[in-house]
């Protein structure tokens, strides 16, 4: 919203009422004197009939081991759930649009970003996972704060799966 790249945003939840929230925040937040005037609407999958994008948040980012409570969770651990939320939504889109670039950030990124483009004949070239970007904008934020410099001016990658089998390069 802040950078006006949206003329509309349509947001759809499992759960009508946190997308009715999620919805009714950001276009409260339309007030405030840095955003753009932008429509903001919740409802159901309608609202990619015409979508140009659909960015695809759904489901936790990590679950916590119920049998080691304080150790770092596993990202892997929620493909079975999510993989299963991917298909629901996939399946949704599908029936009102093959034609939006759809952009993934579900983890465990890797598979579910398989599951949407080899399960649903979506078209080549328009399903994007964000992968490690934030792992790497991370990583050059760790070293631009090590040395005193601005965070654009270091050049460093994370390559490998999202998450705890990422490394830099």
């Known amino acids: 919203m802040k950078a006006g790249v949206f003329g509309e945003i349509g947001v759809i939840d499992i759960k009508e009422n946190v997308a009715r929230g999620e919805a009714l925040d950001q276009e409260q937040g339309r007030a405030l004197t840095y955003m753009n005037n932008i429509k903001v609407t919740h409802g ?7 979508a140009d994008v659909i960015i695809i948040a759904a489901g936790n980012s990590i679950i ?3 049998d080691n409570p304080t150790a770092e969770p596993d990202r892997a651990s929620l493909a079975k759930i999510t993989s299963q939320t991917i298909r629901d939504v996939m399946g949704n889109i599908t029936a009102h649009t093959r034609e939006a670039i759809i952009i993934v950030i579900t983890n465990p ?3 579910i970003l398989y599951i949407a483009e080899n399960e649903f004949y979506y078209p080549a070239g328009k399903i994007f996972g964000t992968g490690t970007m934030l792992d790497s904008a991370r990583l050059r934020n760790v070293f631009a704060n090590a040395y005193n410099v601005d965070p654009k001016s270091v050049v460093g990658y994370m390559m490998g ?3 705890a089998t990422a490394f830099p390069v």
Not at 44 to 50: L, N, P
């Open 161 to 163: 799966e999202h998450g």
């Open 44 to 50: 159901g999958y309608e609202q990619t009939d015409d």
């Open 109 to 111: 990124l890797d598979t």
């Open 64 to 66: 916590p081991d119920p």
